[in-house]
């Protein structure tokens, strides 16, 4: 989570123009009040946080542990990245724009009390909760981190009015072990809870296959208002905390597959946000640059050169020295793809291999519940 990646990828970006098209706007967000936390988090929890930095032994709340290390500015570092994202939504929600990117966000495992996985206040469920309170009746979440997003389907396992979506490596090999295909929601929600595991291993073509086997259906019958996504870009290859096989060529359609979905089903709303992703150089930077240009309408060939002023840029960095070849730098990438395909052959109905059977496992547990034939591939 080294916050080199977030410049890493803007200066990217940046280099190749991106950000210098005439309908981007930079908004400079305001930091989430103790209000909009204490609406997903505790108060004795945003107490701690506040505190953690004089007791840096721990105080429980799953603080001062290795995922969770405390540090000087926690409380206002987490309550900007959560306040980053609340604006991202409330300016697409308005109608002030269509789509809205924050990089920063994503910290999909934080819970009402307690710190997990990297995440301290959760903003995407603060995000969401600000839209239930302002008249959203139906916001969808899609969460394409290569864990499951377990902080914003908890926080919303019993609200039918979110649609939690994540498709994940299978809980069985991947923390935090959860995000089954059975977790379906529960009350007035069953059938709100979306998972799809899938097998380590999967490539660009094995992700997308399921992901067309299973989302679009299901959202197009939740008709949402707003589609929220948890843009993770850990299940790159090369990550080194997770065994997923996809590459930032699939990264790009994801998103662009994303960015349709919004416009097909949301009348464009749409809020991106980042989240994991451990491969500091060569994909991070890529993948959410590839994000940032599928949210602005100016997808970048796969085949674009790195620029030279960008590489001079990570070597001012001196990352060699600091990470060394174990922590996801070996050599700069040399084009923004990486020359492998994103086809895939749509789900038939058989079962042919693991990857079917864990589509066919996840069909079977949620789709009759949103009104779908689990056995017809049209569905």
């Not at 300016?91 to 009402?112: S, T």
């Not at 998103?255 to 994991?276: K, S």
């Not at 100016?298 to 001196?318: C, E, F, G, Y």
Request: with cysteine; glycine share 10%.
């Amino acid at each position: 989570m080294h916050p080199v990646r977030i410049d890493l990828t803007m200066r990217l970006a940046r280099s190749l123009g991106v950000l210098d098209q005439p309908n981007v706007t930079f908004v400079d967000p305001e930091p989430a009040t103790a209000a909009q936390l204490e609406r997903v988090h505790s108060p004795r929890y945003l107490a701690a946080v506040r505190d953690a930095p004089m007791q840096p032994w721990g105080i429980g709340h799953g603080l001062g542990t290795d995922d969770n290390p405390i540090f000087w500015g926690m409380y206002e570092a987490s309550a900007l990245v959560a306040g980053s994202t609340l604006r991202a939504a409330q300016l697409v929600w308005n109608r002030e724009f269509d789509h809205a990117v924050n990089i920063g966000g994503g910290h999909h495992h934080a819970m009402p009390g307690s710190a997990s996985g990297f995440c301290v206040f959760n903003d995407l469920t603060v995000a969401i909760a600000w839209l239930l309170d302002h008249g959203a009746q139906r916001v969808a979440y899609v969460d394409t981190d290569v864990h499951h997003g377990d902080g914003v389907q908890a926080a919303f396992y019993d609200d039918p009015r979110v649609m939690t979506v994540s498709i994940h490596e299978s809980p069985l090999t991947l923390w935090p072990h959860t995000g089954f295909a059975s977790e379906c929601g529960t009350g007035d929600a069953s059938g709100s809870s979306i998972n799809v595991p899938i097998p380590a291993g999967s490539t660009n073509g094995d992700w997308l296959r399921a992901f067309e086997a299973t989302v679009p259906n299901v959202l197009r019958q939740f008709r949402p208002e707003i589609l929220i996504t948890q843009c993770g870009c850990d299940s790159h290859h090369e990550d080194p905390l997770a065994d997923l096989s996809l590459t930032v060529d699939g990264h790009n359609a994801i998103y662009a597959r994303l960015r349709d979905l919004a416009n097909e089903l949301c009348d464009g709303r749409w809020v991106a946000t980042g989240g994991g992703g451990y491969g500091l150089v060569r994909a991070v930077p890529r993948s959410w640059t590839h994000l940032l240009a599928q949210a602005i309408g100016v997808p970048i060939d796969l085949d674009t050169d790195i620029p030279q002023s960008w590489l001079d840029d990570l070597a001012a960095t001196k990352l060699p020295r600091f990470l060394g070849t174990n922590s996801g730098y070996v050599q700069p990438p040399a084009k923004m793809g990486e020359g492998a395909s994103v086809d895939f052959t749509p789900w038939d109905g058989d079962e042919k291999d693991p990857l079917d059977r864990a589509i066919i496992k996840a069909r079977q547990a949620f789709y009759p519940l949103v009104g779908l034939d689990p056995a017809d591939p049209r569905d």
